[in-house]
C-alpha cells in the first residue's frame, strides 16, 4: 500500500484482487478479521470498514497491540483492513498517522483508495442519537475519577486520545475545498460514509424519537448530517463523476436500492458486501439476519419433527 497521485490522502492497493465493505463493528476487532479471513477464507482482499470501527473506547496502546495480534492473520490472507470514521470513533485517530499500518489504517475523511478498478471516495461521521446520555456518563465519569486521591490528569500531548464515550466534532464535515482537489485527479465511481444522502434508508436511526424529547438539537444536527451527504452528491454528480455505487452504516439495519442510477447499500453491524455487480454469491448475512432465518428453520423444523 503505498500513497501516490497530486492529491492528498489517496492510497493504492494494487494488489488486491477484490473489494468486501462491512457495517460498523463497534471494537470487534478479532471477530472481524477472524471472519473474513478463517470464516470467508478471503485472500487478497481490501476489506473497508464503514465507520464505528470503536477506536477510542480503549487506551491507544490497546489498537496497537490489536493490530500486531491479528496482523500476521491478515498477511497470511494478503488481505488489508481500511476503516472509515464512525461517529463512535475518537476522530483524533482519523489523521492517517496514528493507526497507519501496512495492512490496518484508519483513513482521514476524504481519502480515496484506488483498487481493482474502482476510485473510492470515503467520508466518516454522523450524530450519536444518545450523546446526551454518553457526555452525563463521561462528566459523572470524569467527577469520580477526580475524587479518587491517585487522580492525575492525562499529559495534553496524550489527552486527545484518552478513552471516552463522546466526540464533539463527531459529525460528517462538507468540504468542497477538498472535493475539487479530488476532481482533479480521480473520477469517483464509489462513496464509502457511515451515514447516508437524505434519499436513502433508515429515514431516522432506531430509537431517536426517544432521544429527540430528551434533545432539543438533535432534529437540526440530524439534518445537518444528511445534507452533508446530499452536498457530496450533488458535487460528485455535478462534476460528472461516474457515480455507481453508495455503501453506508449508521442505522444496524440492511437495505438496498437504486435511485437516479446510484445503487445504494445499507450495512447492518458485521455484514458484508462484496463490491462487485450483481454477484451476491460471497455477499454475508448480518448476523441479526442470520439468527432470524435459522429461528425460521427451527420453528418450520418444529412442526413436521419432534425433538
Avoid at 489504517?105 to 484506488?114: E, F, H, I, Q, T
Wanted: hydrophobic letters at 35%; glycine letters at 4%.
Amino acid at each position: 500500500m503505498n500513497k501516490i497521485y497530486n492529491s492528498p490522502n489517496t492510497y493504492a492497493f494494487t494488489d488486491a484482487k477484490e473489494i468486501v465493505v462491512v457495517g460498523d463493528i463497534h471494537g470487534n476487532f478479532e471477530k472481524l478479521v477472524y471472519k473474513c479471513c478463517a470464516q470467508c477464507d478471503m485472500t487478497d482482499t481490501l476489506i473497508v470498514v464503514a465507520g464505528d470501527c470503536g477506536f477510542g473506547f480503549q487506551q491507544p496502546g490497546y489498537f496497537e497491540d490489536m493490530y500486531m495480534k491479528l496482523s500476521s492473520r491478515l498477511a497470511k490472507a494478503n488481505n488489508w483492513l481500511v476503516f472509515v470514521r464512525g461517529n463512535h470513533d475518537n476522530p483524533a485517530y482519523f489523521d492517517g498517522q496514528q493507526v497507519n499500518y501496512k495492512r490496518w489504517k484508519a483513513v482521514p475523511d476524504y481519502s480515496v483508495l484506488k483498487a481493482c478498478g474502482h476510485t473510492i471516495l470515503c467520508v466518516g461521521g454522523a450524530i450519536s442519537a444518545d450523546r446526551k446520555w454518553r457526555i452525563r456518563q463521561e462528566y459523572e465519569a470524569e467527577y469520580f475519577r477526580r475524587l479518587h486521591k491517585n487522580y492525575r490528569c492525562p499529559a495534553p500531548a496524550r489527552y486527545s486520545l484518552s478513552p471516552t464515550l463522546y466526540w464533539p466534532n463527531e459529525r460528517p464535515v462538507y468540504d468542497q475545498a477538498q472535493l475539487e482537489v479530488i476532481s482533479r485527479d480521480h473520477s469517483i465511481d464509489v462513496v464509502i460514509t457511515h451515514t447516508a444522502p437524505s434519499c436513502c434508508e433508515e429515514v431516522n436511526h432506531p430509537n431517536i424519537q426517544y432521544w429527540l424529547i430528551r434533545d432539543v438539537e438533535l432534529l437540526d444536527d440530524v439534518k445537518y448530517e444528511r445534507k452533508v451527504m446530499d452536498d457530496i452528491y450533488t458535487f460528485l454528480k455535478e462534476h460528472c463523476h461516474p457515480l455507481q455505487y453508495w455503501y453506508y452504516g449508521h442505522f444496524h439495519q440492511s437495505w438496498h436500492g437504486e435511485i437516479e442510477g446510484v445503487k445504494y447499500q445499507l450495512l447492518d453491524t458485521m455484514q458484508l458486501k462484496k463490491l462487485a455487480p450483481d454477484d451476491d454469491i460471497f455477499n454475508q448475512q448480518s448476523d441479526k439476519e442470520y439468527k432470524e432465518k435459522l429461528d425460521e428453520l427451527v420453528k418450520l423444523a418444529a412442526k413436521f419433527f419432534v425433538f
